[in-house]
Every structure is written in structure tokens, then in C-alpha cells.
């Protein structure tokens, strides 16, 4: 069973703060590893995508990944209240379906 | 610069309806996925596309039925509505091959029934 994990939260930061948002996964064959933010009642938007180990940016975001340890991350610098949002973490191998965490809800407080 | 586009954005049916999701996508992608989001259970993929007129079943089939006549278009279909089956459903579009860099959902459809 292929598996996603994020930790659900909430997760609080006061804005101007960075919000770290990690997520691991079991299938030693992902080879692509997404981040997509859900505002409430709305369809993800994705923000970002990595394949190749190491850090992507992409203004404000960074994400991170460490497929020797199974891992990748979200960097938001100066986070903003408009931020506050769930953000699901989804991998996949090539064409196969993207298998989602159950999302990490942050909170950016003003 | 609309990507996926979901027929619905609220639907309202009656118990033991046959209802009828609708997704288009113009990015002239091979993949196309239904996903239901439940508070708590995350998405789960009911059935999803690689090709016209193919399909696959996903974690969650029972109940549903999908079609895929065009490249463009994958509709889910409840063959008989349940109270059970009332929820979020999300239809994505995906580029083909590896590593995959385009995945884009729609805007959702909240469908409850009654």
C-alpha cells in the first residue's frame, strides 16, 4: 500500500515567519512529488513540482526533496494570512495516480 | 487559461438518480482521474483514464461508472445515488510520462444527495 503521510495540524505561524510543511512517503519508486494548496471549499492549485533531489524555488516557496530518506518538504518565507490554507502533499511513478496525504492545515496569524 | 473544467460546481439529487459528472480538459493530456474528498479521508481515485475508452478502477469503484468516448472528456457516473455519495469530487488531468510535471485539478464539484 502505497502511503502518503503529513502531519494534519493545524499549523500556526505568525506572518513574516517561515511555515515548514513536511510530508514522507513508502514508495521507494516515486520519481515525481507535488504540492498543491486547498483553500477551503475550493479544488488544490498546485504550487509546485520537484523530481531531482534538492531544492526547487519558486519565489516565496522551496520545496525540498531527499528521496534517500523518503522526504519532502515546503518552505514558505514570509508567510502571508492569505497563506493560511490545507496543503496536500501528493506523489506518483510516471503515469500512475497521484496518491495524496490527507493535507496539513496552516494558519498564518497577522 | 482554464486547464480542467468540471460541468457543476453544486448539485443537489435525489436518492437512487443516476447522475451524470462531466470534466474537460483542453491541455491535450492523456490522463484524466476522479477523485472524491471526504473531511478526515483525504482524496481518494475512484476511477481513472490513460486513453479513450480506456479505464481503470481506483481505490474506491463501487457505485460508480466512468466514460471516456473523446480524448478530452471523462465523465463519472453514479449508477444509483446514495445519501453515502455525497461529497466533493475532483476530476485532474495529467500529463503522460515520467517524470510527470502537470497535474491540475478542477474546480469541484460538491454534489449532495438527498
Known amino acids: 500500500q502505497k502511503e502518503v503521510e503529513q502531519n494534519s495540524g493545524p499549523l500556526s505561524v505568525p506572518e513574516g515567519a517561515i511555515a515548514s510543511l513536511n510530508c514522507t512517503y513508502s514508495?521507494?519508486?516515486?520519481?515525481?512529488f507535488f504540492w498543491y494548496r486547498q483553500y477551503s471549499g475550493k479544488s488544490p492549485e498546485l504550487i509546485m513540482f520537484?523530481?531531482?533531489?534538492g531544492d526547487k524555488e519558486d519565489g516565496r516557496f522551496t520545496a525540498q526533496l531527499n528521496k534517500a530518506s523518503q522526504y519532502v518538504s515546503l518552505l514558505i518565507r514570509d508567510s502571508q494570512p492569505s497563506d493560511s490554507a490545507t496543503y496536500l502533499c501528493?506523489?506518483?511513478?510516471?503515469?500512475?495516480?497521484?496518491?495524496f496525504g490527507k493535507g496539513t492545515r496552516l494558519s498564518v496569524i497577522a | 487559461d482554464v486547464k480542467v473544467t468540471q460541468s457543476s460546481r453544486y448539485l443537489v439529487k435525489r436518492t437512487g438518480e443516476k447522475v451524470f459528472l462531466e470534466c474537460v480538459q483542453d491541455m491535450d493530456h492523456e490522463n484524466m482521474f476522479w477523485y472524491r474528498q471526504d473531511p478526515g479521508l483525504g482524496l481518494r481515485l475512484i476511477y481513472f483514464?490513460?486513453?479513450?475508452?480506456?479505464?481503470e478502477k481506483g481505490d474506491i469503484p463501487e457505485g460508480y461508472s466512468v466514460s471516456r468516448e473523446k480524448k478530452e472528456r471523462f465523465s463519472l457516473i453514479l449508477e444509483s445515488a446514495s445519501t453515502n455519495q455525497t461529497s466533493m469530487y475532483l476530476c485532474a488531468g495529467f500529463r503522460s510520462g515520467a517524470p510527470n510535471t502537470e497535474a491540475f485539478f478542477g474546480q469541484g464539484t460538491r454534489l449532495t444527495v438527498v
Open positions: 520537484i523530481y531531482s533531489n
Open positions: 514508495d521507494r519508486g516515486s520519481q515525481s
Open positions: 501528493a506523489v506518483n511513478q510516471g503515469n500512475t495516480p497521484l496518491v
Open positions: 483514464s490513460y486513453d479513450v475508452k480506456m479505464k
